[in-house]
């Protein structure tokens, strides 16, 4: 009989921790979650907490080879942006 391993529940980092993970200030990530260009999080019971992996992704975004290499999106900067900019950097492009 073949052993199964069950998958690990996904990690929930808090904000204090989140910003550790990212290289970010707790404050910054705040600003990054109000102004809407933040990674995704969820609030469970009324607590603001961040998948590592959602973490990640929004980390891998900003990712590039050299500074003439496009990326796959845009990490903005933790202010507001007008347009709606934040929402259509958020999406991924295909």
């Given at each position: 009989?073949?052993?199964?391993?069950?998958?690990?529940?996904?990690?929930?980092?808090?904000t204090?921790e989140?910003?550790?993970?990212?290289?970010?200030?707790?404050?910054?990530?705040?600003?990054?979650?109000?102004?809407?260009?933040?990674?995704?999080?969820?609030?469970?019971?009324?607590?603001?907490?961040?998948?590592?992996?959602d973490?990640?992704?929004?980390?891998?975004?900003?990712?590039k080879?050299?500074t003439?290499d496009?990326?796959?999106?845009?990490?903005?900067?933790?202010?507001r942006?007008?347009?709606?900019?934040?929402?259509?950097?958020a999406?991924?492009?295909?």
């Amino acid at each position: 009989m073949s052993a199964q391993t069950a998958p690990l529940p996904p990690r929930y980092l808090r904000t204090p921790e989140a910003a550790r993970f990212l290289g970010l200030s707790g404050r910054t990530l705040e600003k990054h979650r109000t102004y809407g260009t933040g990674p995704r999080y969820s609030k469970l019971g009324g607590r603001v907490v961040y998948r590592v992996e959602d973490l990640q992704a929004w980390a891998d975004r900003g990712a590039k080879a050299s500074t003439s290499d496009p990326g796959v999106g845009t990490v903005l900067p933790a202010r507001r942006h007008p347009n709606g900019l934040a929402q259509r950097a958020a999406q991924p492009r295909g």
